[in-house]
């Protein structure tokens, strides 16, 4: 059974708009205990992120001024695999999720990744193969 990335994805992680204020962002981050936030455009589709580097003391100014590029999103209906595969070839450790409409439905991390893949297999029954279960035997 494969996992999906809503099941590992922040779905409650807020957005700022592009032309929202870059002391809003900051101050949803501070209130959260974010590092990133998602900036999306009217339609609520991701344009960019802000790191908290972004916009610690920088004030005044709109929230897509100081955007960085988004280099891939994924949708929460897809696999963990492809989230992992989409973070490894862009090398970044947290992707923005979208619905089927392309709209922010939240942010999965490596993090988020490996806490529901632990709770997934812990919860796993052990399996056998064919019926037989592996045991170690040591080497003579």
Known sequence: RLVTVAQAADEDAPAIREDDRIDDAHAIMRERGDEALVVVDRDRRPVGWLDVEDVAGRGAGRAGDRARPIPAVVRTSADL?????????????????????GRHAGIVTHAGITRILGETYRRAPPTSYAGVEPTLEAAT
Request: without cysteine; charged residues 25%.
């Open 81 to 101: 695999r492809t989230a992992v595969s989409l973070m490894f070839t862009h090398d970044v450790a947290r992707l923005a999720g979208v619905d089927a409409e």
